[in-house]
């Protein structure tokens, strides 16, 4: 019960800023609820994934095929483009932290007189989270696109 509190939790608060940027991309108002359920779906799927214990990366990479996936649908639905829909539903699952941790360690190593080896494991780890993540939303977004898409027969 715990989870499923935490998981429409996760989903409300993920679904405001999916709204918002789906307002900044001028997103007709008609099509803004659907914005915003894809980006609570999706990011709340990465929760639950990596509640089971997931790593970030390949929760993130599925949970953007998900939402690749529900906005091929709502765009055949609405005969709409699906980026409309899914560019604004995988803000929430941008790596910020991880990429806000890497900068800071960037600008704390610059002003050090010595290299640290803690900080330089600090850039190194965050920036390589945060290169994985990035790479995980791009793959998992257009994978769905890409098969759903195909015009030759797979083999």
Same mark, same amino acid.
């Given at each position: 019960?715990?989870?499923?509190l935490? &998981?429409? *939790?996760?989903? %409300? %608060? #993920?679904?405001?800023p999916? =709204?918002?940027f789906?307002m ?7 099509? &803004?609820p /659907?914005c915003g359920?894809?980006? @609570?779906?999706? *990011?709340?799927?990465r929760s639950?994934?990596m509640h %089971?214990?997931m790593?970030?990366?390949? @929760? $993130? %990479?599925?949970a953007a @095929? ?5 906005t091929?649908?709502?765009a055949?639905? *609405? ?6 829909? #899914?560019? !604004? ?7 910020? $932290? /991880?990429?806000?941790? $890497?900068l800071?360690s960037?600008?704390?190593?610059s ?5 640290? #080896?803690?900080?330089?494991?600090l ?7 945060t290169?994985?993540?990035?790479? !995980?939303?791009?793959?998992? =977004?257009?994978?769905p696109?890409?098969?759903?898409y195909r015009t030759?027969?797979?083999?």
């Open positions: 019960m715990n989870l499923i935490e &998981l429409l *939790h996760d989903a %409300f %608060f #993920s679904a405001i999916a =709204l918002g789906a900044v991309f001028n997103v007709p108002k008609r099509f &803004l /659907y359920l894809a980006g @609570a779906i999706g *990011h709340s799927f639950l994934l %089971f214990d790593p970030i990366e390949w @929760a $993130t %990479f599925t @095929a998900l939402v690749g996936v529900i091929i649908r709502f055949k639905k *609405h005969l709409a483009p699906p980026l409309m829909y #899914s560019v !604004a539903a995988i803000i929430p699952m941008v790596p910020g $932290t /991880y990429a806000y941790n $890497t800071i960037i600008v704390q190593l002003v050090q007189d010595q290299i640290s #080896s803690d900080l330089t494991s850039v190194i780890f965050n920036g390589l989270k290169v994985f993540i990035l790479g !995980a939303l791009a793959v998992g =977004l257009a994978m696109a890409l098969v759903y030759r027969p797979i083999i």
